[in-house]
Nanobody, 116 residues
């Protein structure tokens, strides 16, 4: 059974940093792209960043490029999102996602609030 559990969200001031983690289980994590999405109130869910199984391919949304860093540790079945220089518009629920055999799996999400 595929499980994804996010952690690390919280309240941070503009310009601050947060590090998110997503622990995966129930499938061979190292073979799959891992994705971070976010959804702000009243907006559609958007892809923030993703990373291939061996970390050879990494993509970022234009809005976070240069500020966020995605990484993974396949020995720990975990994908990370380091978020620096946070802005109020980064406020959202952040979700971990993988697609396996055509089925999308999601964690429950972790709230990130950027506010002074």
């Amino acid at each position: 059974q595929v499980q994804l559990v996010e952690s690390g969200g919280g309240l941070v001031q503009p310009g601050g940093s947060l590090s998110l983690s997503c622990a995966a289980s129930g499938f061979p994590f190292r073979y799959y792209f891992a994705n971070w999405y976010r959804q702000a109130p009243g907006k559609e869910r958007e892809l923030v960043a993703n990373i291939s199984g061996a970390s050879e391919i990494i993509n970022y949304a234009g809005s976070v490029k240069g500020r966020f860093t995605i990484s993974r540790d396949n020995a720990k079945n975990t994908v990370y999102l380091q978020m620096n220089s946070l802005k109020s518009e980064d406020t959202a629920i952040y979700y971990c996602n993988i697609v396996r055999f055509g089925t999308a799996y999601w964690g429950r999400g972790t709230q990130v609030t950027v506010s002074s």
